[in-house]
């Protein structure tokens, strides 16, 4: 099993930056595939970017060039850089942790959760 637990959400105006971390224990970081999702209001929980155990990562069209994912694997950690935000990129975050994941940004791939984290964008 693998506990994931997410931080760095926040309230930042259009146009800005903030970085998200996801903290990984429990059992070898490195042989998952690792994502974030997000999700809305009343929305679908749906996969922003994926990084495999081979470190490729694969995002979704309405953040590709503004989104970077990124994992170390000695400190078992997962990063999102999110860079020229959107009041659309609004949502609760969640770090996730699947095993021979084939989908890379279908949910129903991951198995271990995090409680998520809350990223505002205002206009």
């Known amino acids: 099993q693998v506990q994931v637990v997410e931080s760095g959400g926040g309230s930042v105006q259009s146009g800005g930056s903030l970085r998200l971390t996801c903290a990984a224990s429990?059992?070898?970081?490195?042989?998952?595939?690792m994502a974030w999702f997000r999700q809305g209001p009343g929305k679908d929980r749906l996969g922003v970017a994926s990084?495999?155990?081979?470190?490729?990562?694969t995002y979704s069209d309405s953040v590709k060039g503004r989104f970077t994912i990124s994992r170390d694997n000695v400190n078992n950690m997962l990063y999102l850089q999110m860079n020229s935000l959107k009041p659309e990129d609004t949502a609760m975050y969640y770090c996730?942790?699947?095993?021979?994941?084939?989908?890379?940004?279908?949910?129903?791939?991951?198995?271990?959760w995090g409680q998520g984290t809350q990223v505002t964008v205002s206009s």
């Open positions: 429990g059992d070898i970081f490195s042989k998952y595939s």
């Open positions: 996730a942790a699947g095993y021979l994941v084939a989908s890379h940004l279908d949910p129903y791939e991951y198995n271990y």
């Open positions: 990084i495999d155990s081979a470190g490729t990562p």
